[in-house]
Nanobody, 126 residues
């Protein structure tokens, strides 16, 4: 699966952005999808994930209540709606997919994902 992330930009603290991740191929519904982020000089960290079944979503504690992940399998696209952005949310955001069998813990781990997009930069000003 090839992934193309978009939607990043500069936003003031408290503002909103919606990231999109478009996937190639016709079997997008077979894939779990995750969003990760990496700030300068920091490790890549989990942000949110959506199960391929569509029944489960997962969030990092730092974004719960502010970010929402959703997917549109007909458009082969996953979204990350980010509200009430904070300066600490600034990072390059990556989408990733996997068709493997998952248990819940797998969604949070970058090594569980096989295909990655190129990243989109989110900058949050104070």
């Amino acid at each position: 699966v090839q992934l193309q992330a978009s939607g990043g930009g500069l936003v003031q603290a408290g503002g909103s952005l919606r990231l999109s991740c478009a996937a190639s191929g016709r079997t997008f519904s077979r894939y779990h999808v995750g969003w990760f982020r990496q700030a300068p000089e920091k490790e890549r960290e989990f942000v949110a994930a959506h199960s391929r079944s569509g029944s489960s979503t997962y969030y990092a504690d730092s974004v719960k209540g502010r970010f929402t992940i959703s997917r549109d399998n007909a458009k082969n696209t996953v979204y990350l709606q980010m509200n009430n952005l904070k300066p600490e949310d600034a990072a390059v955001y990556y989408c990733a997919t996997s068709a493997r069998y998952y248990v819940d813990a797998d969604y949070y781990v970058a090594n569980s994902y096989d295909d990655w997009g190129q990243g989109t930069l989110v900058t949050v000003s104070t």
